[in-house]
C-alpha cells in the first residue's frame, strides 16, 4: 500500500524567512500529486498539483511555489513568508481516474510568527 | 451559491444517537463525491465514496440526491470516538488534462457526548 511521508510536522518560522516543505510517496509509481493548505476555521484550499515530474498546476496565486524534481517527491516552496501563510499543510496523492479519493499524509503545521 | 456547502455545527449528541449531515453542491455535472473524517490537528481521512444507489459501511450511510444536488452521511449509534469533523468532498471542477478536481467543504463538526 501506499504512504505518503511529510516533514517536519511542525515548523515555526519568523516572517521573511525561505521554506521548504518535502512530501515524498511510497508504493506507487506516477502518483498525482497535490499540496494543501488548511488555514485555522476554514476549508482545505488546493494550492498546487502535479501529474508528472516537472508539471506543476497552480490553482491559487500567491508567493508559494511548487516543484518536482523526481516522480515521487513534491517540494512546496517560500522565498519569503508570510504571516497568513500560517495553516495546515497537507500533500495529498489521488489515483487517476475521475471518481479516485485523496489519501494525505501527515501534515506540516505551520506558524508564520 | 458556494461550490460546497456544509452546516458547520457543532452537533453536540449523546452517545447512542443518530445524527445526519447534508452538503450540497454547486455543480450538476460533478461525478464522484466522498466523506472524509478529519480528527483535531489531523490529517483528513477517507470515510467512505458515495455511489448513486447509497451506500452503507457498518453504521455509516451515505445518500447522494442528484436532483437536489446534495449528499447525506447518517450516523447511527454514535460512538465517543466518532468525535471528529466530518468534511464533505466533491469533484467540482474541470482543471484541464481530463481531470476534475476534488473540492472540500469546511466540515461539520461532531462531539458524542457520554
Known amino acids: 500500500s501506499q504512504t505518503i511521508h511529510q516533514w517536519p510536522a511542525t515548523l515555526v518560522q519568523p516572517v521573511g524567512s525561505p521554506l521548504s516543505l518535502e512530501c515524498t510517496v511510497e508504493?506507487?509509481?506516477?502518483?498525482?500529486l497535490y499540496w494543501y493548505r488548511q488555514a485555522a476555521g476554514r476549508g482545505l484550499q488546493l494550492l498546487f498539483y502535479?501529474?508528472?515530474?516537472?508539471?506543476i498546476s497552480s490553482e491559487v496565486p500567491q508567493n508559494l511555489s511548487a516543484s518536482r524534481p523526481q516522480d515521487r517527491q513534491f517540494i512546496l516552496s517560500s522565498k519569503k513568508l508570510l504571516l497568513s501563510d500560517s495553516g495546515f499543510y497537507l500533500c495529498?496523492?489521488?489515483?487517476?481516474?475521475?471518481?479516485?479519493?485523496?489519501?494525505f499524509g501527515n501534515g506540516t503545521r505551520l506558524t508564520v510568527t | 451559491r458556494k461550490e460546497v456547502e456544509q452546516d458547520p455545527g457543532p452537533f453536540n449528541v449523546p452517545e447512542g444517537a443518530t445524527v445526519a449531515f447534508n452538503c450540497t453542491y454547486s455543480n450538476s455535472a460533478s461525478q464522484s463525491f466522498f466523506w472524509y473524517r478529519q480528527d483535531c490537528r489531523k490529517e483528513p481521512k477517507l470515510l467512505m465514496s458515495?455511489?448513486?444507489s447509497g451506500n452503507e459501511d457498518g453504521r455509516f450511510t451515505a445518500q447522494l440526491n442528484r436532483a437536489s444536488q446534495y449528499i447525506s452521511l447518517l450516523i447511527r449509534d454514535s460512538k465517543l470516538s466518532d468525535s471528529a469533523t466530518y468534511l464533505c468532498?466533491?469533484?467540482?471542477?474541470?482543471?484541464?488534462?481530463?481531470?476534475?478536481?476534488?473540492?472540500f467543504g469546511k466540515g461539520t463538526k461532531l462531539s458524542v457526548i457520554p
Open positions: 508504493g506507487t509509481s506516477n502518483p498525482n
Open positions: 468532498v466533491v469533484n467540482l471542477r474541470y482543471s484541464g488534462a481530463g481531470s476534475y478536481q476534488l473540492t
Open positions: 458515495v455511489y448513486s
Open positions: 502535479s501529474v508528472g515530474i516537472g508539471q
Open positions: 495529498a496523492n489521488r489515483g487517476g481516474r475521475d471518481n479516485s479519493p485523496l489519501h
